[in-house]
């Protein structure tokens, strides 16, 4: 691990002081400009409510300043990255994306969560493709095939 100086003493909720290391990882790009303004209308929208206003204004506020978010790790147990087995989905990181795959998995899985067989639609993983998921989340054109 290479270890660089940050700029300036990095302190953990903990009130440990942190020593930073660059490594290698993937990201959860939140910083993408179409995502954040999806994200903030709909959460100062009349569809978004909370019980006080103030956490609604903190919602509008890590919109604004949250960029990217770690996904990755490399020890550890956990869930290993599909496309980069090396690394293992970090716990935040698997609630994230855990929660959005729980509002289709009844669909795919049907309870069976080894993949073994297709669930109640009989969508293979294999049909899963990248654009059938930005059909899902993002509302992109239904994919032809």
Do not use: N
């Amino acid at each position: 691990l290479k270890y660089f100086e940050p700029e300036k003493k990095v302190v953990s909720r903990s009130r440990d002081e942190c020593i930073v290391a660059k490594v290698d990882q993937w990201l959860l790009r939140y910083g993408e400009e179409e995502w954040r303004k999806f994200v903030r209308d709909f959460v100062t929208s009349d569809d978004f409510t909370t019980f006080f206003k103030a956490t609604q204004k903190s919602f509008v506020e890590v919109i604004d300043w949250l960029k990217e978010w770690g996904l990755s790790r490399t020890f550890g147990l956990g869930t290993r990255v599909p496309w980069d087995e090396q690394f293992v989905i970090e716990s935040l990181s698997d609630s994230t994306i855990y929660m959005a795959y729980y509002t289709v998995a009844h669909y795919l899985q049907g309870g069976v969560v080894s993949g073994s067989t297709p669930g109640p639609l009989g969508i293979t993983p294999e049909q899963m493709t990248h654009e059938v998921w930005d059909y899902i989340f993002l509302g992109k054109d239904y994919p032809e095939g």
